[in-house]
């Protein structure tokens, strides 16, 4: 079965830093789709960023970027410029038949 | 993205009683799940309800205690029933989006059972 690690329960970062969120995951699958969510305070979750396994590069999103490693089935997170709205619970996610989640980060951004 | 509510956003219930959450989008979705996530906790799947069908219950989930309808391809209701403080969570709608793979959340509903 497929499995979503995240080893880093919680996380903390000065404003306008980088911090790097890391995961891992298992599957015996060659194509799949690998996501991380936010969640704020707020608890709704928000798509951050989205990575296909068949595509080498990897997915940015303004101030977010993932370092895709398939061989090594890592994926982590990079949140470049942190601001203090990026304060939340962060979810690395799986998708195969459905989504699978890891147990999350919690990021704190220090002022 | 799909634009998801639900309602009630919280809910405080006393044991034994039900409550039914409704999940609303503004389009048409084919597949709409509902999750529950415990304090502290990451999301788990407790069903998948596609419009038309019978919801499909992942394991260590009943229809008895968490019965769905899917009326049609914009809403859908969870009911919890017969609560005890264990139900204590947040329960999330989630449906695909236009995108491959991607799936979009609503706020969630807080439940906490006394």
């Known amino acids: 079965a497929q499995t979503v690690t995240q080893s880093q329960p919680e996380m903390s970062v000065q404003e306008a830093e980088t911090v790097t969120l890391s995961c891992t995951y298992d599957?015996?699958?060659?194509?799949?789709?690998l996501f991380w969510y936010k969640q704020p305070p707020s608890r709704q979750m928000i798509l951050v960023i989205r990575q296909e396994a068949y595509k080498q590069q990897n997915a940015t999103e303004n101030r977010f970027s993932v370092n895709f490693q398939k061989a090594a089935k890592s994926f982590s997170l990079k949140i470049s410029d942190s601001q203090l709205g990026d304060a939340a619970m962060y979810f690395c996610?799986?998708?195969?038949?459905?989504?699978?989640f890891g147990k999350g980060t919690k990021l704190s951004v220090k002022p | 993205s799909a634009v998801i509510s639900q309602k009630p956003s919280r809910d405080i219930c006393q044991r034994g009683t039900s409550l039914t959450i409704q999940c609303q989008v503004d389009?048409?979705?084919?597949?709409m799940f509902w999750y529950r996530q415990q304090p502290g906790q990451s999301l788990t799947l407790i069903a998948t309800?596609?419009?038309?069908?019978?919801?499909?219950?992942e394991s260590g989930f009943v229809i008895d205690k968490f019965p769905i309808s899917r009326p049609n391809l914009t809403f859908s209701t969870l009911t919890v029933s017969n609560m005890s403080p264990e139900d204590s969570s947040i329960y999330l709608c989630s449906v695909t989006g236009t995108g491959p793979y991607e799936q979009y959340f609503g706020p969630g509903t807080r439940l906490t059972v006394t």
């Open positions: 389009s048409q979705v084919t597949m």
């Open positions: 309800a596609n419009q038309g069908s019978e919801a499909t219950y």
């Open positions: 996610a799986y998708r195969d038949a459905e989504l699978i």
């Open positions: 599957t015996s699958e060659s194509d799949y789709y």
